[in-house]
């Protein structure tokens, strides 16, 4: 199954596309979708969007999950960033992907053990966990951290699914 995972921000929100089948990961893509600091936030935000919408079409993926983000020391940035989010949300469920959130904690534990990881860690562990993959830069790193950690939580629901529905043929 092919998975984007997504970072958001509003000057950039990092990207990665990995496939997962079974417990095996493979690497497929990575980057990050710039906006202009010059230009006003709605156009931000549309640059946002068609960056999204180009990954989605580039690559095709089965499902999307996005890292939910708390920001407290400044109410405005904490407003954009919310926006940057709602974009990232947004575009994939707008091109009929299941699209999940999971807190930083949850994505740190999941690819590292630990839920209070630093960044290095959390960027070593990618590296290790998808060999030969080449990171664009710490945006697209924890892109693909998001999108480790929905191949893990989405394949036990899936399973689970399955297991569930076949119980309830037996019964």
Known sequence: MRLLGLDPGLRHT???IIEAEGNSLRHLANGAISSD???DLSRRLVQLH?????????WQPAEAAVEETFVNKNPVSTLKLGQARGISLLVPALHGLQ???????KIKKSVVGAGHAGKQQ????VGM???GCVIANE???DALAVA???AHYAGSRRNLGKATMMAGRAG
Not at 50 to 58: F, L, N, P
Not at 99 to 105: D, R, S, T
Not at 122 to 125: E, N, P, S
């Open 129 to 131: 966990l998808l060999p």
């Open 14 to 16: 990092g990207w990665g």
């Open 50 to 58: 068609d960056g999204i919408v180009k990954v989605i079409a580039d």
């Open 122 to 125: 959390i960027h070593a562990m």
């Open 148 to 150: 480790i950690c929905h």
């Open 99 to 105: 699209v999940e959130e999971y807190a930083p904690n």
């Open 37 to 39: 600091g010059t230009l």
């Open 139 to 141: 945006h697209a790193a």
